[in-house]
């Protein structure tokens, strides 16, 4: 059996008060609404997104999916949105409904309701803690908009949950008959849902949030954080909290991975090693074996195993620490090759670079690559050693074993085990630093 659902996305959203379309704000590396059209394809379904109030986005932005699209000419309604995808409807068969700011729907909930599905019209409808807002299941009439409620049914907590069930044949007849409410003269799908439709009242009200706010959105983001989380730990990779740590569901996790509390994984990342306590790994490859320590950033970089990075690293775009490598403590690595057992443990810049297997940049070191119009590349052979507060003005290179003393300022290439050493002599003048004092404190009494 074909199935076709309609999504609803067509609304402004001026309660985000933001320019992105609303549809659009994004949850964990995916558009709010990429969240439902993903779901309902899981199902198989040809999913058609109506859409009216930021039309080129909301289309650009769901792209990747390649639902089809239908526009909603002018913004009368949850039924006049529906009738508006009609002509992309099959003449016989199940439409599912929906709306397209309830990203926490799951696949599983629509299935079950489609099994459930019978007559012209099925309605999903749970308990709400507070009902306020919500079309309320008046029994014997259907779907009571809160503002027609009476005192008595505005008690009633059973209520409308948005998705629905309805029969292609029936949509057709139907809609064309629908009536404009005041004030506005908008027409109401729920005017579908009457005493013969059928209610299934058992689903789980967290699955429905309206995201209709940052509040709303926040809350979406915690849901949607612990289901991905859960779902990898299920999958072999460790979390030190569920909650906590965030997880784009774009990312790749391979069993065995370890996230420490706070973590920001997103983008394209694959990761397989460890990433500690408030890391942020942005289109990185960790590989099985690699850590990445407390506080670090890596973005766009490969770490291979038994490197470590960090604590408080940063990796910019093309860094590649190879394996058993070493990145400390506030070095930054950008668009640079760290070989095999090479280290950087402190306080470093090593941009567009290589550095040889087992050399040793020391604190303070800085690749000089920038002379304010093009980029050049420095290259330190295998077991150099770069001593600290060294400058190295690239283009440059420093030959395997040579070695640089520290302090120096390096222009010219250094050969292969050879040491240079750039920096004024040492002077020294012998018992001297008692009559500085007294004379300093001379001219001081002096004013």
């Known amino acids: 059996m074909s199935l076709t659902a309609v999504v609803l996305a067509a609304g402004l959203g001026t309660r985000m008060r933001s320019p992105i379309a609303k549809v659009l704000h994004p949850l964990l590396g995916r558009p709010m609404a990429g969240w439902i059209v993903a779901a309902l394809q899981e199902l198989?379904?040809?999913?058609?997104?109506?859409?009216?109030?930021?039309?080129?986005?909301?289309?650009?932005?769901?792209?990747?999916?390649?639902?089809?699209?239908?526009?909603?000419?002018?913004?009368?309604?949850?039924?006049?949105?529906?009738?508006?995808?009609?002509?992309?409807?099959?003449?016989?068969?199940?439409?599912?409904?929906?709306?397209?700011?309830?990203?926490?729907?799951?696949?599983?909930?629509?299935?079950?309701?489609?099994?459930?599905?019978?007559?012209?019209?099925?309605?999903?409808?749970?308990?709400?803690?507070?009902?306020?807002?919500?079309?309320?299941?008046?029994?014997?009439?259907?779907?009571?908009?809160?503002?027609?409620?009476?005192?008595?049914?505005?008690?009633?907590?059973?209520?409308?949950?948005?998705?629905?069930?309805?029969?292609?044949?029936?949509?057709?007849?139907?809609?064309?008959?629908?009536?404009?409410?005041?004030?506005?003269?908008?027409?109401?799908?729920?005017?579908?849902?009457?005493?013969?439709?059928?209610?299934?009242?058992?689903?789980?009200?967290?699955?429905?949030?309206?995201?209709?706010?940052?509040?709303?959105?926040?809350?979406?983001?915690?849901?949607?954080?612990?289901?991905?989380?859960?779902?990898?730990?299920a999958a072999g990779v460790e979390f030190a909290g569920l909650n906590d740590a965030s997880v784009d569901v774009s990312v790749t996790m391979l069993p065995g991975a370890s996230v420490g509390f706070g973590a920001v994984i997103t983008g394209k990342s694959t990761i397989g090693g460890d990433v500690g306590p408030g890391c942020v790994v942005h289109d990185s490859v960790i590989h099985p074996g690699a850590r990445i320590l407390a506080g670090s950033v890596s973005d766009g970089a490969e770490v291979f195993a038994g490197a470590i990075v960090g604590p408080m690293a940063r990796l910019r775009p093309g860094a590649v620490i190879r394996p058993g490598a070493h990145i400390g403590n506030f070095v930054e690595v950008k668009n640079a090759v760290v070989h095999e057992g090479a280290k950087a443990n402190h306080l470093a810049y090593l941009g567009d670079a290589d550095v040889g297997a087992g050399a040793n940049i020391g604190a303070g070191t800085i690749f000089c690559n920038y002379d304010g119009v093009r980029k050049h590349r420095t290259v330190i052979g295998a077991g150099a050693f770069i001593g600290s507060n060294s400058a190295l003005v690239a283009p440059i290179?420093?030959?395997?074993?040579?070695?640089?003393?520290?302090?120096?300022?390096?222009?010219?290439?250094?050969?292969?085990?050879?040491?240079?050493?750039?920096?004024?002599?040492?002077?020294?003048?012998?018992?001297?630093?008692?009559?500085?004092?007294?004379?300093?404190?001379?001219?001081?009494?002096?004013?």
């Open 44 to 233: 198989g379904a040809d999913v058609v997104v109506v859409v009216h109030h930021h039309e080129g986005e909301v289309r650009a932005g769901l792209a990747p999916w390649m639902p089809r699209f239908v526009r909603q000419e002018a913004p009368r309604g949850t039924g006049d949105a529906v009738a508006a995808a009609l002509s992309e409807l099959p003449e016989h068969g199940p439409v599912v409904v929906t709306a397209g700011d309830t990203p926490l729907l799951t696949a599983a909930s629509v299935r079950r309701l489609l099994a459930a599905h019978r007559g012209n019209a099925t309605v999903a409808a749970f308990e709400a803690r507070d009902p306020h807002g919500y079309g309320r299941m008046v029994p014997g009439v259907g779907i009571v908009e809160e503002a027609a409620c009476t005192e008595s049914q505005r008690r009633i907590r059973l209520v409308n949950s948005g998705l629905y069930v309805f029969e292609a044949q029936y949509l057709r007849s139907r809609l064309p008959l629908l009536q404009p409410h005041a004030p506005k003269g908008e027409l109401w799908l729920t005017d579908l849902v009457d005493a013969d439709s059928h209610v299934v009242a058992d689903f789980v009200e967290e699955e429905f949030l309206g995201v209709n706010d940052k509040g709303a959105l926040a809350e979406g983001r915690d849901v949607l954080r612990r289901r991905v989380n859960r779902a990898h730990g």
């Open 397 to 447: 290179a420093v030959g395997a074993g040579a070695i640089v003393g520290a302090g120096s300022t390096i222009t010219q290439d250094v050969p292969d085990d050879a040491i240079a050493v750039e920096r004024a002599l040492t002077k020294l003048t012998p018992n001297s630093a008692d009559r500085l004092r007294r004379h300093y404190r001379k001219a001081a009494d002096r004013g």
